[in-house]
T-cell receptor, first 113, second 116 residues
Framework: DGGITQSPKYLFRKEGQNVTLSCEQNLNHDAMYWYRQDPGQGLRLIYYSQIVNDFQKGDIAEGYSVSREKKESFPLTVTSAQKNPTAFYLCASSIGVLPGELFFGEGSRLTVL | DQQVKQNSPSLSVQEGRISILNCDYTNSMFDYFLWYKKYPAEGPTFLIS?????DKNEDGRFTVFLNKSAKHLSLHIVPSQPGDSAVYFCAASAQVSNLGNEKLTFGTGTRLTIIP
């Protein structure tokens, strides 16, 4: 089955620790994205990548880092510099040329204790 | 600055009736608009889209209307069914390079509840 796999689904972290969220896709999509969802705030773009070895900051990139070493993979690291990391994180991919039709993973819920 | 706004956080509609979800935007560069549907603890799924060269797009029970002069779009669902109960996100994008529309800006969502 083609799709986007995010792991872990639930993650708990102590303050001051970095944590990496995994995102893998087998849709052969060029572009990949990380969004964050908070109650009442909709989805906000953290980072996106249109091609391998290239990525751009989104609207709320501070405290996060990404890499895009393979087309299929776009991991997100939530660093200790992120002040409010507790949120629902969504990874998405798209063909990259057509406007906007993103395919989303099922999300990862991060809770900082 | 919220460029895409969904001013109704929630909406309840009787089964079989029409559901109308509204969305306003401020950025005149937006030229493509989408609606996504999201169930709890799942990722959003694409529902329907519309380009700024059109004012209406229909797909089965779902119709999206775009009023460019008012910077307003709406999603109509008719007839509404219990399975339509979900959070609906409006999203917009602007073509910024020859690579196409690079990113989406989402609204805050409207929780639709269909009452049996």
């Amino acid at each position: 089955d083609g799709g986007i796999t995010q792991s872990p689904k639930y993650l708990f972290r102590k303050e001051g620790q970095n944590v990496t969220l995994s995102c893998e896709q087998n849709l052969n999509h060029d572009a990949m994205y990380w969004y964050r969802q908070d109650p009442g705030q909709g989805l906000r773009l953290i980072y996106y990548s249109q091609i391998v070895n290239d990525f751009q900051k989104g609207d709320i990139a501070e405290g996060y880092s990404v890499s895009r070493e393979k087309k299929e993979s776009f991991p997100l690291t939530v660093t200790s510099a992120q002040k409010n990391p507790t949120a629902f994180y969504l990874c998405a991919s798209s063909i990259g040329v057509l406007p906007g039709e993103l395919f989303f993973g099922e999300g990862s819920r991060l809770t900082v204790l | 600055d919220q460029q895409v706004k969904q001013n109704s956080p929630s909406l309840s509609v009787q089964e079989g009736r029409i559901s109308i979800l509204n969305c306003d935007y401020t950025n005149s560069m937006f030229d493509y608009f989408l609606w996504y549907k999201k169930y709890p603890a799942e990722g959003p799924t694409f529902l329907i889209s519309i380009s700024s060269i059109k004012d209406k797009n229909e797909d089965g029970r779902f119709t999206v209307f775009l009023n460019k002069s008012a910077k307003h779009l709406s999603l109509h669902i008719v007839p509404s069914q219990p399975g339509d109960s979900a959070v609906y996100f409006c999203a917009a994008s602007a073509q910024v390079s020859n690579l196409g529309n690079e990113k989406l800006t989402f609204g805050t969502g409207t929780r639709l509840t269909i009452i049996p």
